[in-house]
């Protein structure tokens, strides 16, 4: 009797001190990825999967991380990226990885690649240090069945876009993106896009909208975006929420409560948004669009017809008066292929050194000079702070990068690509406490993996993928700035992808354990 009562009191024991794991992080205030408070406790990985949380102070490990002063978090997803043709310029991912990130959803603003077998193919092949999902892009596609035409496509163009969504859907493609100010998506019209949105929805696909118009149009855009939503029976998902240019200033409410009414609707609509005051696209929207159409011959030679130069310059002028500006200092270069001399300087500038005039008729006349060289790429400050933080304030906002994976030193990009969560953790959580760390940490994990259904991604459960994130809640910073934009994040410690460490002691460690997440279509 009494060995029979050793057995049942001391066999437990044994069995607990004999948990093993791959890898057992140890002591940190765990958050993980509710919302609801931190809690001291340990998480043990086993083969790219957490398969215990809590206190595990009997378990072994082959490593061990000390997380003792620390928060450990899952993996962050950055719902909104722009990756393509960067991922073998730097498989690495350093400014994602440095900044806590995981996983990234590319695809976005309409622009994609066609053949989405293909391109994850090669994602898979070429083993990023970043999980990859990628949504179909409404521009390209319209491209490839209809060019740059600037008119509605015809019924068997419109079939071609549809096969085409419908192949990227089952290819594993995780929804449609439009991008309504860039060529050709801007010459469609809302019923266009409902046709296509509806085949992605037949795959439980999301429909993310770079909208037609962020500034003086804004409100109709909001509504075109939802009508899309409603129509298709798909969920939305606005990508880069924000009000832009001066005489915009405070409308955040005006556009905020459009979405909050749909939600309370019935609407399954989010938005995301990154945390600075400028914007970062190309040179060419400060054209009008029908300049752009048929293609860059057709745009060349437009743009040396005096008449239509004409035409522009008028445009311009009155869109930079609406902005209340003189000069084009708001427009800053952030890569010129033609003159890299460039990089860095506002079109004022720019126009200056070329020895014209200090006249915004001259610095159009600049603009057009750089478009005929080719273009570029640029960051347009135009947003208000408190617009920002009001918009930031939603709690269906995920905070995301707009951005690719950085060659470092390359070019003047916009900061963003490298401190987008960083800077909401530590200046508006921890300075300007817009939000709890625990709802940050939320709208950086669990929501963007509920919206974009990554069903085992985006909580600190068993079973879950082993993505993440080891940090000082008390030092972590972005360092990036639109003067020296190439400045890693500080203060994250552990980066684990798939249960392999990525980022050690503050420094990547090489590992490149990056996977591909399919969409629900995938056949």
């Given at each position: 009797m009494?060995?029979?009562?050793?057995?049942?009191?001391?066999?437990p024991?044994?069995?607990?001190?004999?948990?093993?794991?791959g890898?057992?992080?140890?002591?940190?205030?765990?958050?993980?990825?509710?919302?609801?408070?931190?809690?001291?406790?340990?998480?043990?990985?086993?083969?790219?999967?957490?398969?215990?949380?809590g206190?595990?102070?009997?378990?072994?490990?082959?490593?061990?991380?000390d997380a003792?002063?620390?928060t450990?978090?899952?993996?962050?997803?950055?719902?909104?990226?722009?990756?393509?043709n960067?991922?073998?310029?730097?498989?690495?991912?350093?400014n994602?990885i440095?900044d806590g990130?995981?996983?990234?959803?590319?695809?976005?603003?309409g622009?994609s690649?066609?053949?989405?077998k293909k391109y994850?193919?090669?994602?898979?092949?070429?083993?990023?240090?970043?999980?990859?999902?990628?949504?179909?892009?409404?521009?390209?596609?319209?491209?490839?069945?209809?060019?740059?035409a600037?008119?509605a496509?015809?019924?068997?163009?419109?079939?071609?876009m549809?096969?085409?969504?419908?192949?990227?859907m089952?290819?594993?493609?995780?929804?449609?993106?439009?991008?309504?100010?860039?060529?050709?998506?801007?010459?469609?019209?809302?019923?266009?896009?409902v046709?296509?949105?509806?085949?992605?929805?037949?795959?439980n696909?999301?429909?993310s909208?770079?909208?037609?118009?962020?500034?003086?149009?804004?409100?109709y855009?909001?509504?075109?975006?939802?009508t899309?939503?409603?129509?298709?029976?798909i969920?939305?998902?606005?990508?880069?929420?924000?009000?832009?240019?001066q005489?915009n200033?405070?409308?955040?409410k005006?556009?905020?409560?459009?979405?909050?009414?749909?939600?309370?609707?019935?609407l399954?609509v989010?938005?995301?948004?990154?945390?600075?005051?400028?914007?970062?696209?190309?040179?060419?929207?400060?054209?009008?669009?029908w300049?752009?159409?048929?293609?860059?011959?057709?745009?060349?030679?437009r743009?040396?017809?005096?008449?239509?130069?004409?035409?522009?310059s008028?445009?311009?002028?009155?869109?930079?008066?609406?902005?209340k500006?003189?000069h084009?200092?708001?427009a800053v270069?952030?890569?010129y292929k033609?003159?890299?001399?460039?990089?860095g300087k506002?079109?004022?500038?720019?126009?200056?050194?070329?020895?014209?005039?200090?006249?915004?008729?001259?610095?159009?006349?600049t603009v057009?000079?750089?478009?005929?060289?080719?273009?570029?790429?640029?960051?347009?400050?135009g947003m208000?702070?408190?617009?920002?933080?009001?918009?930031?304030?939603?709690?269906?906002?995920m905070?995301?990068?707009?951005?690719?994976i950085?060659?470092?030193?390359k070019?003047?990009?916009?900061?963003?690509?490298?401190?987008?969560?960083?800077?909401?953790?530590?200046?508006y959580v921890?300075?300007e406490?817009?939000?709890?760390?625990?709802?940050?940490?939320r709208?950086?994990?669990?929501?963007?993996?509920?919206?974009?259904?990554?069903?085992?991604?985006?909580?600190?459960?068993?079973?879950f993928?082993?993505?993440?994130?080891?940090?000082d809640?008390?030092?972590?910073?972005?360092?990036?700035?639109?003067?020296?934009?190439?400045?890693?994040?500080?203060g994250?410690?552990?980066?684990?992808?798939n249960?392999?460490?990525?980022?050690?002691?503050?420094?990547?460690?090489?590992?490149?354990?990056?996977g591909?997440?399919?969409?629900?279509?995938k056949k």
């Amino acid at each position: 009797m009494k060995y029979f009562f050793l057995l049942v009191f001391i066999f437990p024991h044994q069995l607990r001190a004999q948990q093993t794991a791959g890898i057992l992080i140890l002591h940190g205030k765990i958050i993980d990825g509710t919302g609801n408070p931190w809690y001291y406790g340990d998480v043990a990985v086993t083969n790219g999967r957490i398969i215990a949380t809590g206190n595990l102070s009997n378990w072994q490990a082959a490593k061990t991380i000390d997380a003792t002063g620390l928060t450990v978090a899952p993996g962050f997803i950055d719902v909104h990226t722009h990756i393509e043709n960067d991922e073998a310029k730097n498989p690495l991912a350093t400014n994602f990885i440095y900044d806590g990130v995981t996983t990234v959803i590319t695809g976005n603003c309409g622009s994609s690649h066609v053949d989405v077998k293909k391109y994850l193919a090669f994602i898979d092949s070429l083993r990023l240090s970043i999980n990859v999902a990628t949504l179909i892009g409404h521009n390209d596609v319209r491209e490839a069945a209809m060019g740059k035409a600037n008119r509605a496509p015809t019924a068997t163009e419109l079939d071609s876009m549809k096969l085409l969504v419908d192949k990227a859907m089952t290819d594993g493609a995780v929804g449609f993106s439009t991008g309504l100010i860039y060529t050709p998506g801007t010459y469609a019209k809302t019923d266009e896009i409902v046709a296509l949105a509806k085949v992605a929805a037949q795959y439980n696909g999301v429909y993310s909208t770079h909208m037609r118009n962020e500034s003086d149009s804004v409100t109709y855009a909001i509504d075109e975006a939802l009508t899309v939503a409603r129509q298709a029976n798909i969920p939305l998902e606005i990508s880069h929420f924000k009000v832009g240019g001066q005489q915009n200033w405070g409308r955040s409410k005006q556009t905020l409560a459009m979405v909050i009414k749909a939600r309370e609707e019935g609407l399954d609509v989010t938005i995301d948004q990154y945390p600075y005051t400028a914007s970062s696209t190309s040179l060419s929207t400060l054209l009008p669009d029908w300049v752009l159409a048929d293609g860059d011959d057709s745009l060349k030679a437009r743009l040396q017809q005096k008449d239509v130069v004409k035409q522009i310059s008028a445009y311009m002028l009155a869109k930079l008066k609406a902005r209340k500006l003189d000069h084009y200092s708001y427009a800053v270069v952030a890569y010129y292929k033609a003159d890299t001399a460039m990089n860095g300087k506002s079109i004022e500038a720019v126009n200056l050194l070329l020895k014209r005039k200090h006249t915004a008729a001259d610095e159009i006349k600049t603009v057009i000079d750089m478009m005929l060289k080719g273009g570029a790429s640029m960051v347009f400050h135009g947003m208000s702070e408190a617009d920002v933080k009001y918009i930031m304030q939603y709690p269906f906002n995920m905070p995301a990068s707009d951005a690719g994976i950085r060659e470092f030193n390359k070019g003047a990009p916009h900061p963003r690509g490298y401190g987008t969560n960083a800077r909401v953790l530590g200046k508006y959580v921890r300075e300007e406490k817009v939000m709890p760390l625990e709802e940050a940490i939320r709208r950086m994990t669990s929501l963007p993996a509920q919206k974009f259904h990554f069903n085992n991604r985006g909580l600190l459960r068993e079973g879950f993928a082993a993505d993440i994130v080891i940090f000082d809640a008390n030092t972590v910073n972005d360092l990036s700035t639109f003067q020296k934009p190439h400045q890693y994040s500080t203060g994250f410690k552990y980066v684990l992808v798939n249960g392999v460490v990525t980022l050690e002691n503050g420094v990547h460690t090489g590992a490149r354990n990056g996977g591909i997440l399919y969409g629900e279509g995938k056949k």
